[in-house]
């Protein structure tokens, strides 16, 4: 592909799955730049210009699964379990809420026993009783990121959450290449996970009036661009209203160290194009900027800013368990106080040149259109 196909190709508004795969396979500077740049200016003509937070609380890494690419998977037994207190849970969002970030994002490895649910139960309608009394009427934005669990316990986490409105579940397929994903979930220490059953939480959450999230992992190993383009389609024939996506990484307490992963500066081209390709392909859908990216090279999040991404996940969990939520190696912030993410804000704005959406919730045009909601 040379500029002047590529300039034809982008001043479509549609895109076929050569015209997706020539995206992801582009390496050349030049072309690479002009693709990330038109994802760039089309989130600002559908979105605007702010950036929506989501203060992201890390609150136990216990796992009941074994999923191979993932540090805290059940068999890794060198991590160091922990669960946050309720008060812990309560100030982190509270935090958030007085940083004006109208969001907050729970996230934890899996249990579906009786005592976690209503433990989650209890820190949503604490954080909703509080985040009213910090000011915000109705109560602030809820991103729960717990796995898959039982239409009821969906149903009870959103009576609790106070917010319907703004009520978000992040649930990645992780690829939609049904053998790897079979691999991935092939860990033999823990329960399994299969496909049919990842489609059926998406679509009992969508049932309940949760804002749907999805995603998948980039440059996983054994996956290729065509599985890549198909992982839009699926997020397309999904429906979803938000994105999570980021650059697998080797962990060295999950269970596929032997495949190795990417070179690093291939898999941030690859990243940048897959979020690049998937904005061009989903113009309303918000997109969240993984803090995978920022392990991958400092300041990455703000590269994905600027290939396409409009939400930021800002890690707000307290000091003393956040080396323990170790999805992979090296992740980012763990040594970071809440109060870096000032400075994480500055660097954000300065770079990308957009502003912080403060005090709203920052739901996608994707799910307002859809409920005939008005404001972001
Ligand atoms: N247990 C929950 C939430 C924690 S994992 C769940 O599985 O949904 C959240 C996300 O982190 C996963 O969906 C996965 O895509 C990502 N992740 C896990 N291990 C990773 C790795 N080694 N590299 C990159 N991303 C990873």
Redesign the pocket.
Known sequence: MNLQTLENTLSQETFSDEDLLAFLSLTEPALCSRLWREAYDRTTRVHGNALWFRGLIEISNY?I?D?R????RKGNHAAQRYTLTLDEIVEAARYAVRAGYGSVAL????RTDEKFVSFVEEALVRIHRMSVEEGIAEGCGMTL???EQTEETYERWAQASGNRNALRY???I?TSNLPLFRYLHSGQGGAQKTWEARLQSLALLRKLGYQVGT???IGIPGQSLADLVRDIRTFESLDVDML?M??????HG?AMVEDGMMQKDVLLTLTRNMLAATRLALPTVNIAA?T?LETLVPGGRSLGVLSGCNVMMPNVTPQRTRASYQ??DNKQGTEAEPDSNVELEKELVAVTGREIGRHRYGSSLHFRSRRGLPAA
């Open positions: 796992c699964y999923c690419y993932c540090g805290i996230q934890a490895g899996e990121s717990f796995g992040l649930l990645r992780e995603g998948v992992m999570g980021g650059p697998y990484l080797v962990s999950g993984a995978a999805l992979y």
